[in-house]
């Protein structure tokens, strides 16, 4: 007997063909991969690895990049939370990291530290999001200072992030457009607006540069439900699967799992799967979540548990002890899941923790 532990099994050609179609909706612009969260969870040297077709990387923290750079990775790698201390300004020039300037604090110690060699610089703007950005009205004065500085390399990006990009019918996302337009038109500098959904959903917010993310993973950037990742023509990269534990009987009016908080109705067999929040399972995951056992969808059942869950194979099952079971990804698409855990897809798949496989085919 020789049961498989919860897996993620890792599908490099799904990456590439997803980046392949990414690149259709922006042919012109370049692509910043973004791969902060140990690659959305996928692991972060290994997609930095599978995409050499991108023009550079994204990560939001200085270790991030620098296990990049330990793990042989020469592109051009951003951080776009830009730097946390005057400190790293040196190791940012001597690991030829880019880094986006997104407040004072930052452009002060930038401007005032002495760099053997300047540092290329994305300057974020607040075009509406209300997070992170310079005000729109310091956009002059940030950039005549970046500009002046020999820290800085002449070549600044200029770039913005959209808030809600992943509905259509939003009108944020044209208001930050016009601002951001409005704002940089008579720079000739490149640009950058961007997320997985505008790369997507709004063409007009392409410019130089896309910054997609989650669609590379071959998930849906968009709220939608018909906005499906097979709509968009792209392929789920991590299939999360485990196997059966248990096949067992159970009689109507039985309870299943911690708080006996699911009572059958009829007789039926529980399958027990090998995977829960312990693995990054969503223990919110509710009644009714499905999950495919031999290609068949059956509802969870019960609560989550730590190392296991509990479906429901019904009266009629065939399934045995070592079946495989899939808790999202190929057949089963994460989005889905993250509706029935009341999260998004993202937190799922930067959830996976370090106890379960990888498999990369
Ligand atoms: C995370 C991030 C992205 C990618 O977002 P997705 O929605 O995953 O495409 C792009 N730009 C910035 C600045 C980000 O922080």
Redesign the pocket.
């Known amino acids: 007997m020789t049961l498989t532990t919860a897996t993620a099994v890792i599908d490099r050609q799904a990456l590439v063909d997803n980046f392949n179609r990414v690149k259709t909706f922006a042919p012109k612009a370049k692509v910043?991969a973004?791969l902060?969260a140990n690659g959305?969870g996928h692991g972060l040297e290994r997609i930095a690895r599978a995409l050499p077709q991108a023009d550079a990387f994204?990560v939001?923290r200085l270790d991030e990049a620098l296990a990049l750079r330990a793990a042989g990775v020469v592109k051009p790698i951003v951080l776009?939370?830009g730097f946390f201390t005057e400190q790293d300004l040196p190791i940012l020039a001597v690991n030829n990291l880019q880094t986006?300037v997104h407040n004072r604090q930052q452009l002060d110690a930038l401007t005032r530290t002495q760099l053997e060699k300047p540092l290329k610089v994305w300057l974020?703007i607040d075009t509406g999001m209300h997070r992170?950005g310079i005000n729109p009205e310091d956009f002059d004065d940030f950039y005549q200072a970046l500009s002046a500085s020999d820290n800085v390399d002449p070549d600044i990006v200029l770039?913005s992030?959209l808030g809600c990009?992943?509905d259509k019918e939003n009108p944020v996302t044209n208001s930050q457009l016009a601002l951001f337009e409005q704002l940089t038109a008579s720079y000739n500098n490149e640009k950058s607006l961007?997320?997985?959904?505008?790369?997507y959903a709004w063409p007009q917010t392409r410019y130089d540069w896309i910054?997609?993310?989650?669609?590379?993973y071959g998930v849906s950037?968009m709220a939608a439900p018909e906005q499906s990742a097979q709509s968009l023509g792209i392929k789920p990269v991590m299939t999360l699967q485990s196997s059966l534990i248990a096949v067992r009987a159970l009689k109507a009016g039985e309870a299943v799992g911690y708080g006996a908080a699911w009572v059958s109705s009829e007789d039926t067999t529980i399958g027990v799967i090998a995977i829960g929040y312990g693995d990054g399972y969503p223990r919110h995951a509710g009644n009714g979540t499905p999950v495919l056992v031999n290609g068949r969808r059956v509802p969870l059942v019960g609560r989550v548990s730590m190392d296991m869950i509990t479906v429901d194979l019904g009266k009629d099952s065939r399934d045995e002890v070592g079946d495989l079971a899939i808790l999202w990804g190929q057949g089963l698409p994460v989005e889905e899941i993250a509706l029935h855990a009341t999260t998004i897809p993202?937190e799922l798949l930067c959830n996976i923790t370090r106890r379960v496989q990888i498999e990369v085919v």
């Open positions: 910043l973004v902060k959305y994204g939001a776009l939370e986006i974020k992170l770039m992030h990009a992943d961007a997320n997985s959904a505008g790369s910054r997609p993310g989650l669609i590379l950037p993202y």
